[in-house]
């Protein structure tokens, strides 16, 4: 039986191998692969790995959709891009490495997607005593707190208010730029001084730092008054007033830039006393301001 050796002498496995070896210990590809009676091409080529079809394919496809959602002025997702890649390219890809490569390529389309909300519906605290029913049948049985920030040319205005649910009066608020617990026991202190036959009342407010202090809590106690916190991070928890700072923020906060912290200051109390409580309607109310609303009630079931 006789062996057959390939043209060049030694087998090509053991010819790489001596090209590496020498290479690895410093000497030149050139003189590597002379010495092996080795081809550099053909060594250089066995080195440089080749593309696989996979990566070939994931690069075209990676290019025509650079091309399509840049033709689309940035505005196809993922699924406009897969239904172009069909019509106008005609290749079939799987909505799962559309997704990959614009991931890759930081791509979306518009509108972008917002990051998934948890559902809290139903999901309670121990504390939350109002479970989103802001309903009285008197004043001074629920009340809603929240604080609120708007900007001015020299710094941050913070206000806190808490609302009367049965008349959506706003009867306390405080100003402040440090959004402190003082900020909320002011609130507090305003509100007990404004109202009468308030004990007992409940203040249903968030789980913001604020509210859980220990200040603000024995605050609550020392005034005779319940306190009820919804779940964190829910706005629907607390929207009777979430839905206050939203009418503030439309028809007063977003009409003009405000100038100093003094001037937004003095326009937010401005517009709580003299324009929401006393003149604004509410459709809620029977298009009657809080005040007229409190003074009808008054009127017709004088309190005992």
Not at 82 to 95: I, K, R, T, W
Not at 170 to 187: E, H, K, M, Q
Not at 262 to 290: C, K, Q, V
Request: aromatic share 8%.
């Amino acid at each position: 039986m006789r062996i057959v050796r390939r043209a060049g002498g030694d087998f090509p496995k053991r010819k790489y191998a001596i090209v590496e070896r020498l290479i690895a210990r410093g000497h030149s590809g050139r003189a590597a692969c002379r010495v092996a009676g080795l081809h550099r091409a053909t060594f250089y080529r066995r080195r440089k790995p080749s593309l696989s079809t996979r990566i070939l394919r994931r690069t075209v496809v990676a290019d025509e959709i650079g091309k399509i959602h840049l033709r689309s002025r940035g505005t196809y997702g993922r699924r406009r891009i897969q239904a172009a890649l069909l019509s106008e390219c005609d290749m079939v890809v799987n909505h799962k490495l559309i997704h990959s490569i614009m991931s890759e390529l930081q791509l979306s389309g518009l509108p972008r997607q917002k990051g998934r909300k948890p559902n809290l519906l139903g999901v309670q605290t121990s504390s939350d005593l109002v479970n989103r029913v802001f309903t009285a049948d008197r004043p001074n049985r629920l009340w809603c707190s929240d604080i609120t920030e708007h900007p001015a040319r020299d710094g941050k205005v913070y206000c806190c208010a808490i609302l009367d649910c049965f008349s959506k009066r706003i009867v306390g608020r405080s100003f402040s730029t440090i959004p402190d617990t003082a900020l909320v026991n002011n609130a507090v202190n305003m509100a007990v001084r404004e109202r009468a036959k308030f004990h007992g009342a409940i203040l249903h407010a968030d789980h913001g730092v604020q509210f859980t202090s220990w200040s603000f809590g024995e605050n609550l106690r020392q005034h005779d008054l319940i306190p009820s916190l919804g779940t964190v991070g829910d706005c629907f928890d607390n929207a009777a007033i979430e839905a206050f700072w939203g009418r503030m923020q439309t028809e007063l906060l977003d009409t003009r830039k405000w100038a100093t912290s003094l001037e937004l200051t003095a326009a937010m109390a401005d517009w709580i006393d003299n324009f929401y409580n006393t003149e604004r309607r509410h459709s809620y109310l029977g298009h009657l301001s809080p005040d007229e609303y409190e003074t009808l009630w008054h009127t017709i079931q004088p309190e005992s």
